[in-house]
């Protein structure tokens, strides 16, 4: 199984930045893909975006493009979510999660471990 523990949520003005971080742990270097999602109250979960762990090739979701960039670290086993020019309908709480398969899918349901998620708030 693997582990995951999200930072870096917070409360920022729309037009603002922040970067969140995911600590994977027990992750296969060899085909893992990462996203990170989201949920906002009374909403269905939404991708984001994703990496694959093994080369770092990234994947959006149509609402973050441009916007938003994935990255990873291999020496601190780490995924970043950098987020700029943030907008109100961006808030949400934001989960990291891990598909042993590296599908590469933007289906919640293609991902079997999850991170407990970081709030994000975008006042306007």
């Known amino acids: 199984q693997v582990q995951l523990v999200e930072s870096g949520g917070g409360l920022v003005q729309a037009g603002g930045s922040l970067r969140l971080s995911c600590v994977v742990s027990?992750?296969?270097?060899?085909?893992?893909?990462v996203a990170w999602f989201r949920q906002a109250r009374g909403d269905e979960r939404e991708f984001v975006a994703g990496?694959?762990?093994?080369?770092?090739?990234?994947y959006y979701g149509d609402s973050v493009k441009g916007r938003f960039t994935i990255s990873r670290d291999n020496a601190k086993n780490t995924v970043y979510l950098q987020m700029n020019s943030l907008k109100p309908e961006d808030t949400a709480v934001y989960y990291c999660?891990?598909?042993?398969?590296?599908?590469?899918?933007?289906?919640?349901?293609?991902?079997?471990?999850w991170g407990q998620g970081t709030q994000v708030t975008v006042s306007s």
């Open positions: 999660a891990a598909d042993r398969l590296g599908r590469g899918t933007g289906h919640s349901r293609d991902y079997q471990d």
């Open positions: 027990r992750l296969r270097v060899s085909r893992d893909a």
């Open positions: 990496i694959w762990w093994s080369d770092g090739s990234t």
